[in-house]
């Protein structure tokens, strides 16, 4: 029994180091590298975003960097040259709103990184959670997602969003450059159908949240008056309070996710009379019914997502469609994010822009809102949004519209690094494409 037994551990043993033997073989089939090296795009439509449209122009990538644009550019010398006729270069998008390398299964505790427990964590950074190997970052990247804003979800202050690019080996390689503290403002309504609350316990539940809101400002506010006091040295170490510190000071915003009418005329209102020096307001479901109030508040916005149902039974079916174009008019601010939900389909942002410019946004405006214009409101413009010299090399090739459903990107760059275009998805539509019914008769 023993040798049985010995013989078939042997046997286990042996088809294991097989399989591992043939995973390590195939690791470069299977995971091609990023390149990195000088190139020339040559012969494209360049949509610079900032700068206009320029017609059958070259684009130089160098370091890391556009290191050149423009219609009359001199290819340097050892460059690699990407013909690029017929295609139009965009300037990589940014998604103000995902879960990207926090969630990969839903239903698998260890594979989701998003919430911690706690309703007070400020603390806490998506940043370090970021699995830069998450399965949905390259099925994003080769959509000319090449940016996108992290958020934990949770209690009322579930812990610090961070930018990140979509190419990296660690968080730190991977972060872009911004950080904010994440507010899930209180709610006066149900969180769906599944509420069975009475609305006495949906009012006292929301003056309580309100209340702890509040509370923990003055406290932040205290302890910057100690902090400052001391020059930085003799408080206690207080880690949600150490957290809140640049917000306090203006140094850093905070995002304050809120959606119903009610809810933003509350939060617009605690902004003001807590003096809180940088805000931007994420969700905005219901922006468009306070978009003149939030204009004249100056309160940027990152909207989404735009493909939804309306909030309330009785809206338009297309009010959620029309939400960034109608905020866009009335003077506000307005990024456009593809979800913070986390159910993957990041890669989708291009058409959540498409949607707003069907129902009322103009073209420009809504390329702008997944591309300069988050930059901006992220405060970092000066690497991120657009097709410029001097600028971080985000950007992709593509044969057509970006808004269309049919377009294809061919080219995607991150950081100046080019990257492979090669995905789950694309892995399993080769595999399936031309199948082998592998039936013997």
């Not at 103009?362 to 930059?375: F, G, H, M």
């Not at 901006?376 to 410029?388: A, H, M, P, T, Y």
Request: net charge positive; hydrophobic share 40%.
């Amino acid at each position: 029994m023993r040798i049985n037994s010995m013989k078939k551990i042997q046997t286990i043993y042996g088809v294991v180091l097989a399989v591992i033997c043939l995973v390590v073989m195939n690791v470069d089939a299977q995971s091609p590298k990023a390149k990195k090296g000088t190139f020339a795009l040559t012969g494209a439509t360049i949509e610079t975003v900032t700068k206009g449209t320029i017609r059958n122009g070259t684009v130089v990538i160098s370091d890391g960097k556009i290191a050149a644009v423009g219609a009359d550019v001199q290819v340097p010398s050892g460059a690699e040259v990407i013909n690029c006729a017929g295609m139009t270069i965009y300037p990589g998008m940014i998604d103000g709103g995902t879960k990207i390398g926090l969630l990969e299964i839903g239903q698998i505790a260890q594979a989701t990184d998003e919430r911690e427990s706690g309703e007070v964590i400020p603390q806490i950074r998506a940043l370090t959670a970021v699995n830069p190997n998450a399965t949905a970052i390259p099925v994003t990247r080769i959509a000319g997602v090449t940016t996108a804003l992290v958020y934990p979800e949770g209690g009322l202050l579930p812990g610090t969003a961070a930018l990140v690019n979509l190419h990296g080996y660690t968080p730190d390689q991977m972060y872009a450059g911004f950080e904010g503290v994440v507010v899930t403002f209180p709610t006066t309504g149900r969180r769906g159908f599944f509420d069975r609350r009475t609305d006495d316990d949906i009012k006292k539940a929301s003056e309580k949240a309100l209340k702890l809101l509040n509370d923990v400002w003055e406290r932040a506010v205290q302890y910057h008056k100690l902090d400052s006091a001391s020059a930085g040295k003799g408080v206690t170490y207080y880690p949600e309070m150490s957290a809140l510190l640049p917000v306090v000071r203006g140094q850093m915003p905070l995002l304050i996710e809120v959606n119903a009418q009610k809810d933003i005329q509350t939060a617009t209102k605690w902004v003001k009379d807590h003096k809180v020096k940088k805000v931007i307001f994420t969700g905005v479901a219901e922006g468009w019914r306070e978009a003149e109030n939030l204009a004249k508040a100056n309160i940027p916005v990152i909207a989404g997502p735009v493909i939804a149902i309306p909030t309330r039974d009785y809206d338009r079916y297309d009010a959620a469609y029309a939400n960034p174009g109608l905020m866009r008019k009335a003077g506000v601010k307005v990024a456009i994010r593809s979800n913070e939900d986390g159910n993957g389909n990041y890669r989708n942002l291009p058409y959540h822009a498409g949607f707003a410019v069907a129902y009322g946004m103009s073209k420009e405006d809504a390329l702008k809102a997944i591309t300069i214009v988050p930059a901006e409101i992220l405060g970092v413009s000066d690497k991120l949004g657009s097709i410029e010299v001097g600028k971080v090399a985000n950007l992709f090739v593509c044969n057509g519209d970006i808004f269309e459903t049919k377009t294809q990107v061919s080219h995607v760059f991150v950081a100046g690094w080019q990257m492979p275009m090669q995905s789950r998805q694309t892995l399993l539509y080769e595999e399936f494409l031309k199948r082998e019914p592998g039936l013997t008769k």
